[in-house]
């Protein structure tokens, strides 16, 4: 998590990611960090870079020129799920090391509300 969120944000983000969201991907969750993350955008590729790992998304074109979307997701908090290209990401942090290359990914809107 970004080392910007404030005391309350973080409350609010621990306990939602470590037991609401996190519990429905994760089979173990460690902890939840607070880090710098740095973001840059450059015509539709997002690159993203954190203490413990580095990631490049590209969005995805339709033959209209416009995003891929991905329609019916099961996941009621992830609002315009769009297509993307993941040409490398990286992690390693609690003794897991994961290297990919040229993956598929997806861009949402997080909303939780209620």
């Known amino acids: 998590m970004s080392d910007n969120a404030t005391k309350e944000q973080r409350k609010v983000l621990d306990t939602l990611v470590s037991t609401n969201i996190g519990a429905l991907f994760m ?17 539709g590729t997002f690159h993203v870079k954190m203490p413990f790992g580095e990631m490049e998304q590209s ?20 609002k315009n799920l769009k297509h993307c290209h993941t040409p490398f990401w990286t992690y390693n942090d609690h ?3 994961f290297e990919y290359k040229d993956r598929c990914g997806t861009w949402a809107d997080f909303v939780f509300e209620g």
């Open 27 to 43: 089979k173990k969750i460690f902890e939840v960090k607070y880090v710098k993350i740095d973001l840059e955008e450059t015509d």
């Open 59 to 78: 969005q995805v074109k339709g033959l209209d020129g416009g995003p891929i979307r991905i329609e019916n997701v099961p996941i009621p908090v992830l």
């Open 95 to 97: 003794g897991k090391n």
